[in-house]
């Protein structure tokens, strides 16, 4: 991610670079083992430098992580932009296309594998439970204009879960290989059946 | 899970309460915090006995925890009781009916969480993708006599997966409340499409 000069050793400490550096090992370590599995040693030896430098920049493991979690991309806007605009009856079809393709870029999938681990790790609940579904799905149901969002969003949120699960996480074939299109053609009218569908009760 | 008789201090080491009371501490804690996060000591300190006793009695943490996860049920059995005998045409009904009552039941419930947690962290990914997978799930495809199981399982269990993480791990509402029939009433079409329905490619 960062670009090192070959023959370089060490970087000086509170350049761009450093703080650049520790991010990335950040992101790449708590994407590999989880938040729990992660100290700060190991990413400040990960990026080559001290543990106080990694403390001093960025405060606590806490701190860190979020830090490390910054996507390039807003999910907020990107979601609402590609799922919003457009017809009802094929919100389905973009979501899931949209989802996979922030997901399969690989500038976003360490930070994206990082958040998802720490969602499944005990005590990340609060990441999906109290911001995701509340702060971006449910509200994208809310301006899709569709009934029962607060139902409708956590449906399919088990639904696209379980795929990001199976696929970048537990890594299960087919669905780790299947490309997008066949992926969409899978998962899209499940998707808009929760979003436009019938429902329980 | 073990009764242990009100006034009696201490186990004494060597009665198969003390094993229950060491496989039910382990159980309890592995749900809890993962198998990352669970330390023999705490397992011990949990049951009333000594860490030695618990190496003595399971060796390693490993082989802890499958002795641990030994569930009441075995979900070859129920599974392929509930869904293969039947008409093919209800099997997703009958699938996620019989999911949703072994885990309701508050028997089952540790062990079970136990286990999605640990298939959800780094290295506990063989335990679905080379063992639930193809030796539960795949096969109860293949009796059923549906067409390329090894697609449709996997579509499913992303499915499932997903319910049971945000039903039990994450308790996301409503689907954490909602009661058995809501949920065959919203999932169970969605499990028979990925038995019987279109397939992409």
Known sequence: MTSVRPGRRGRRPGSPD????????????????GYAGTTIRAVAAAAGVDGALVH????????LFLAALELPVDPREVLAEAVVSGDRDDA??????????????PDNQPALIALVR?????GGEPLLRDGFLPVVLVPIGERLGIDRPELRMPLLASQVLGLITLRYLVVV???ASMDADALVAAYAPVVQRYLTGPLPG
Chains 1, 2 share one sequence.
């Not at 389905?92 to 870029?105: C, M, N, P, S």
């Open 92 to 105: 389905g079809e973009r979501l899931v296309r949209t989802f996979l393709a922030v997901w399969d870029d």
């Open 173 to 175: 074939e087919p669905l």
């Open 18 to 33: 450093t703080r650049a550096a520790i991010l990335a090992a950040a992101r790449e370590r708590f994407a590999e083992v």
């Open 56 to 63: 001093h920049y960025y405060g606590s493991k806490d701190d």
């Open 118 to 122: 720490r969602v499944l790790e005990p």
